[in-house]
């Protein structure tokens, strides 16, 4: 019979003893006399700890004084894998691991209960020292942290562990070696201009609808024609899935003439399709191919073609990571085109510089601030950084719709 690691340890009577007894992630803890209230009380807390720490099926864990770093960094990278989850997907993991690594590398032998602030502070340190910018070091500090009050949270450290981590002050600009990182900013025209021409089809118009739009990379990549209110003289698009969702914030797209004209063929396809997808890039790349192919195939090419099986096939929805590498991609294409015509310039300095779709909602933002104002760049984007913006983003939307059938 299938052993039920969920089912709910039952109270039972311990025969040699008399005791009343319950056994717990393999634990048997003995509750009293059995009948008794006071086992009853006893085992109604335990079963109690035990729902609200998640069902857990192995051991214990050990005492404060037992426990380690690397103990500790195993059990709370358990937890952030299924805590940091949005539509099935991981979120914010990737910064995590690297924090816990710096954590596991230097104390990981070193109790739990023991480490304090000064050692936060040599790990802050060595971030440094590995050309983290102050920013990206103040981020992982945070990460570990947090890993502390989790901890607490599920008694495995003493909660002065993670009162004395909270004392270490962040990196200040100026006040520390660590470098500053490049301001995130708009990308020129001319930028993009050069760079269109060797993307996709598809990662082209989805780079025109995002510049005219405002709209982040991830929500021009899950973009289906059953989130596309088309009633109206401008559309409007409701992601299903959004960067403040958690907060309870509705995210309205708007969507004016000029990108309507690009997105119009991709709302012919099923309601719930994703409109921009990679096996259709895959596939148009493949029939491009055979088309400029001067001899035939022969039986052995088609046959090898027929068991070739790729190890990452391509997908039906771009991430915001494909999205970007496929920039990337094209960007230096278009570098390296643009090095043919000019060859005075050292190797190490591009003519077209590598750039992420984010820069396109800077570009945005730009551009409709400086035309219409700061109110109305923020109604239009998205942001919520006050409340008295959420008080008047319904007169505001309608502010925008009339803007975005001018611009967009």
């Not at 109270?11 to 008399?18: A, D, E, I, L, V």
């Not at 921009?276 to 090419?301: G, H, I, L, V």
Request: glycine letters at 6%.
């Amino acid at each position: 019979m299938p052993r039920l690691v969920n089912a709910t340890p039952k109270y039972r009577r311990h025969k040699p003893s008399g005791q009343a007894i319950v056994c717990i992630a393999g634990q048997p803890i003995y509750l009293g006399p059995h009948g008794s209230k006071e086992s009853r009380r006893e085992y109604d807390r335990l079963i109690g700890e035990w729902l609200a720490a998640g069902r857990p099926n192995a051991p214990a864990p050990k005492s404060d004084a037992e426990l380690t770093v690397t103990e500790l960094v195993a059990a709370y990278w358990r937890f952030a894998k299924s805590y940091y989850v949005k539509d099935g997907r991981p979120t914010g993991t990737a910064g995590i691991r690297v924090a816990l690594r710096f954590l596991k590398r230097y104390y990981g032998h070193t109790a739990a209960a023991a480490f304090g602030p000064l050692g936060l502070k040599a790990l802050q340190e060595r971030m440094v020292q590995a050309d983290q910018s102050r920013r990206y070091a103040n981020d992982n500090v945070d990460h570990i942290r947090r890993c502390f009050k989790w901890a607490v949270a599920q008694e495995l450290v003493p909660p002065a562990v993670f009162q004395g981590l909270a004392t270490l002050p962040g990196l200040r600009k100026g006040r520390t070696a660590a470098r500053e990182p490049e301001p995130v900013g708009p990308v020129t025209e001319a930028v993009v201009e050069a760079t269109v021409p060797f993307l996709p089809a598809i990662v082209a118009d989805m780079v025109r609808l995002q510049r005219l739009t405002g709209a982040r990379p991830a929500e021009v990549c899950i973009l289906r024609p059953c989130d596309v209110d088309r009633s109206a003289e401008v559309w409007t698009y409701r992601p299903a899935s959004h960067k403040t969702q958690h907060h309870g914030r509705e995210r309205v797209i708007l969507i004016g003439p000029k990108a309507q004209a690009i997105l119009l063929p991709y709302m012919l396809r099923d309601a719930e399709t994703y409109c921009f997808a990679p096996n259709e890039t895959e596939a148009r790349r493949n029939a491009a191919r055979r088309e400029a192919r001067q001899s035939p195939m022969t039986p052995s090419q088609a046959s090898r073609r027929k068991k070739r099986k790729p190890a990452r096939p391509a997908g039906n929805q771009y991430s915001a990571a494909s999205y970007r590498r496929a920039i990337h991609r094209a960007a230096d294409k278009a570098d390296a085109k643009a090095r043919t015509q000019d060859t005075t310039l050292p190797a190490e300095q591009r003519i077209v510089p590598r750039w992420s779709p984010n820069r396109l909602r800077h570009s945005a933002a730009t551009e409709l601030r400086s035309k219409y104002g700061l109110e109305a760049a923020q109604v239009i984007l998205g942001h919520s950084q006050a409340d008295v913006t959420q008080i008047y983003a319904e007169r505001d939307l309608a502010k925008a719709a009339t803007i975005m059938r001018e611009v967009g």
